[in-house]
């Protein structure tokens, strides 16, 4: 993994071309979090092993006082996770949503022996039913690695996601031929890949090889930009 990626356009594909396929490293990465299109925070999101058999995946978004205000954005999430095989198994997960009169916690456990996962803390009752698991079947965290992993030019992506209470299919396709992204002083050969059946709410993620971390994260609805992660910055944790 390289130690961090600020540099020209030609350095940086130069790299890309020359990098080796994925492999699970521990890093921290440093996103613009726009609104709509306008600048209004910052996110972080790391991987980080906590010991010889186990990982752990983050995801913090911080924004201004005004962005805030918006049910949902100011978010941290967390899911502890194993790789069995070539997979990321969730073992826990939890967040934590901020607003500024109120705040929501929901945690869950994954029971890989009884085969089935579990929510509790501020989540619909109906959500609290333990939801029976397959194999394959990952956090929303853990699918941003899986994309990152899996992605190549004209693929068709599929995930089932267990998260929150509820199980959902997640369909993606990878575009055939890549583009070039660009954020402050980071440009990147990247490849899109977009959701195929998530109806008026779509998610977009571009991935460049031999980055660890998507280089963005674009969520819309109903055509319109809400929520719109960039990378800055990224790095090898030691």
């Known amino acids: 993994m390289k130690p961090s990626c600020r540099r020209s356009l030609l350095l940086c594909m ?19 979090a726009f609104n709509e299109g306008k600048l209004a925070g910052a996110a972080k999101m790391q991987v980080l092993k906590t010991d010889a058999s186990r990982w752990r995946v ?15 954005l100011n978010i941290e999430q ?3 996770f194993d790789t069995p095989g070539e997979r990321f198994r969730p073992l826990s997960q939890g967040t934590v949503k901020h607003a500024v009169f109120t705040g929501k916690k929901i ?20 959500r609290t039913v333990p939801v029976p698991l397959q194999d394959g079947d990952m956090s929303a965290l853990l699918m941003n690695l899986a994309v990152i992993r899996d992605a190549q030019p004209g693929k068709a ?28 002083e980071l440009s990147y050969d990247a490849m899109r890949v977009s959701r195929t059946n998530g109806g008026n709410d779509e998610t977009i993620f571009w991935v460049a090889n031999g980055v660890p971390t ?7 609805e109903n055509g319109h930009d809400t929520i719109d992660l960039r990378l800055v910055e990224y790095q090898g944790v030691q």
């Not at 945690?107 to 109906?126: F, H, L, N, P, T």
């Not at 089932?160 to 055939?176: H, K, P």
């Open 157 to 184: 992506l599929s995930y089932r996601v267990v998260d929150s209470g509820r199980a959902r299919d997640y369909q993606y396709q990878v575009a055939a031929q890549t583009e070039i992204v660009a954020v402050e």
């Open 14 to 32: 130069l790299a890309l071309a020359s990098a080796p396929a994925f492999a699970l490293e521990p890093f921290v990465a440093t996103y613009q």
């Open 78 to 80: 967390s899911t502890v």
């Open 214 to 220: 998507p280089i963005r994260i674009l969520q819309r």
């Open 107 to 126: 945690s869950g456990v994954y029971d890989w022996q009884a085969r089935s996962a579990r929510w509790q803390g501020d989540v619909k009752q109906s």
């Open 58 to 72: 983050d995801l913090g978004i911080r924004g201004t006082r005004g962005f805030a205000r918006l049910a949902g």
